[in-house]
């Protein structure tokens, strides 16, 4: 009886242990994941006074809010924000549209060099831009492309552009495993295929278009490499454009002085990490509105299989 | 014509139904085969045709056919690719197994049933969102992650510790703690796909297991890593995928200044063939990768 008691409360003891553990690990982690964020945050709050003086630490003494002012001027952000939502909005419908029309054909018909096709699917999300980048460059140049977002658009809708195949793969994931049964009822009642593909097939994928449509706002909204070779004219950049500048600003005037500077005080860190926050700000809000939609579609979109 | 167009109807008429469905899928890929053409196809065979040659006129693009010049060139001539694509592919191929390991881990801390479960994934699956532009490359690039790596290092190994180890054991730790935030925020894709991996996995097995008083460890080597072997193929070919095209590459960045900064003529071709050795250089990785995962993905497809 005695022995009983002592080794429950032993085992009791030692799973708290390891519960505890376990939360140690994960905070832990995911203060490296955060940590980032954080410290970007609290930065874009200091004024210079505040990121010179050591024994200020992660709060700064006073909220700076000018940074935030002064960032934005220097974005361009009317501009440069209207582009960029112009950009990605337009993309990511394309994306969804393409993704969801394409990757149904791919999952429902047989067609000669079916799997030839789909491995080029595959195959265009693998290889890297920067391979082909040229005679592309080239393209867009000859069809009077560059500085308009007509390059970024155009490939979105019919499945290329920016990982584009992506879309492609997750939608024919997903309607692999969703019962054609429904489609051939409404066939019987004279439905065409297209009309169900709209009607029914399309309505039905809400989860995958929640992820597709996250995965490529963001990815859309963060590129830099493509915007930076297209856009070229001041008034089509888009805002991530706008911040290597921004980081440009700090870096030139210690490196080529090597002393503090009045002009230094002007474009310290803080307001780098200002405009960095700002240009993330929008992504950040959405993920968290649709982060519970989007954890539900993940683990329902059949990534496996 | 009213003839013709009336024979063509009955031609589709009496096809067979997988005849009729075929025309309908290659409808449906239709906009998609349109895309590759102009958008894959294209770019590619130019830019293969371009490697193979010499710009004789940079208005008109008129080539001349030069052959393997600048592959080897590349190669045998140039002092900075092979260098970097050796360093690029050994920093790559460390991180591939690490990459795995963890994200198997992390996936299997969020698979059991905890408090806060919603927020530890809604953080953990931060990276994927945000970790793939040039933004977070450049917050993490500017000393946050040094600073975040100089924590866990003073956190997990006190200087006691490392005075007592000696200087290459710790130099070693060391080197695997820097490692360690580049493959945290690397990680998060996988760790979706293991985390939906082991969710498929059925519980039965488990319950089976634990009736023949298997223990956690040994249902963890024997049930769920030979089950999990598909989807890690996945991540492996995935894990390569990314990294080898990660924005800060170095061998992408000579490649784009070449193509675009530089003030040599010829860049443009030399940029095609570094170009298009890199590319099937990473294919030969991934396929490597098949051939070694092959055997463990087909026992669990039987």
């Keep these: ?305 | 014509m009213k003839i013709k167009n009336k024979y063509i109807f009955k031609e589709m008429y009496h096809m067979t139904l997988s005849g009729k469905n075929a025309w309908i899928g290659l409808l449906f890929c239709a906009p998609w085969i349109l895309g590759a053409a102009v958008f894959f196809a294209y770019p590619l065979f130019r830019s293969l045709i371009i490697s193979f040659s010499k710009i004789v006129d940079l208005k008109d693009f008129t080539l001349d056919f030069v052959g393997f010049h600048w592959y080897k060139e590349a190669i045998f001539a140039d002092i900075t690719f092979l260098p970097e694509l050796l360093e690029t592919s050994i920093n790559n191929l460390i991180n591939l197994p690490i990459i795995n390991i963890f994200s198997l881990i992390i996936a299997m801390c969020l698979n059991r049933k905890m408090k806060a479960r919603g927020f530890f994934r809604t953080l953990f699956f931060l990276p994927v969102i945000l970790g793939t532009g040039f933004i977070m490359q450049q917050l993490l690039g500017q000393d946050i992650s040094g600073e975040a790596t100089k924590m866990a290092r003073g956190l997990l190994l006190p200087t006691e510790i490392q005075i007592f180890l000696g200087e290459t054991v710790v130099n070693i730790i060391q080197g695997f703690l820097d490692r360690l935030t580049t493959v945290m925020w690397n990680s998060g894709v996988q760790i979706i796909i293991y985390l939906s991996a082991l969710q498929s996995i059925s519980p039965s097995l488990y319950e089976a297991a634990k009736v023949d008083s298997a223990g956690s460890w040994e249902s963890f080597w024997l049930i769920t890593l030979p089950m999990l072997a598909p989807m890690i193929q996945l991540n492996l070919v995935y894990t390569v995928i990314a990294t080898f095209s990660i924005a800060d590459n170095k061998i992408l960045d000579f490649i784009q200044n070449l193509a675009f900064n530089s003030a040599d003529p010829n860049a443009y071709e030399f940029s095609c063939a570094v170009g298009w050795i890199y590319c099937l250089f990473i294919l030969l990785i991934i396929g490597f990768l098949f051939i070694c995962t092959k055997r463990a993905v087909d026992n669990v497809k039987e």
């Design chain 1, 1 to 305: 009886m005695r022995k009983n008691e002592v080794l429950r409360t032993y085992k009791k003891t030692a799973s708290l242990f390891s519960t505890i553990v376990f939360y140690l690990f994960l905070i832990s982690i995911s203060f490296v994941f955060v940590y980032p964020f954080l410290y970007m945050f609290s930065t874009s709050f200091k004024s210079y006074g505040d990121l010179i003086n050591i024994s200020v630490g992660w709060i700064p003494t006073k909220l700076e809010f000018k940074n935030y002012i002064k960032a934005a001027e220097f974005m361009d952000l009317n501009k440069t924000l209207t582009n960029s939502i112009i950009v990605t909005v337009l993309s990511t419908v394309g994306h969804i549209l393409s993704g969801a029309f394409v990757g149904y054909g791919f999952s429902r018909f047989n067609f000669p060099f079916k799997n030839v096709f789909f491995f080029i699917v595959i195959l265009s999300s693998i290889i890297p831009i920067q391979v082909f980048i040229v005679p592309m460059y080239v393209t867009y140049s000859h069809l009077n492309m560059l500085d308009t977002f007509m390059p970024f658009i155009l490939p979105a809708y019919v499945g290329f552009g920016l990982r584009g195949g992506i879309a492609i793969f997750l939608y024919r994931q997903y309607f692999q495993g969703f019962p054609s049964a429904l489609e051939e009822a409404a066939m019987i009642d004279g439905c065409g295929r297209i009309k169900g593909f709209f009607k029914i097939a399309f309505p039905s994928a809400g989860s995958i278009t929640v992820v597709t449509a996250i995965l490529f706002m963001i990815w859309h909204w963060n590129d830099y490499y493509e915007p930076s070779l297209y856009l070229r004219d001041g008034s089509k950049i888009m805002v991530t454009q706008t911040l290597p500048r921004l980081y440009e600003m700090i870096s030139k005037d210690v490196s080529e002085f090597g002393v503090v500077i009045e002009d230094l005080s002007q474009y310290h860190e803080g307001v780098v990490m200002a405009g960095t926050a700002i240009a993330i700000f929008p992504m950040l809000i959405a993920y968290f509105v649709l982060q519970r939609k989007f954890m539900e579609g993940v683990e329902r979109s059949g990534l496996v299989g």
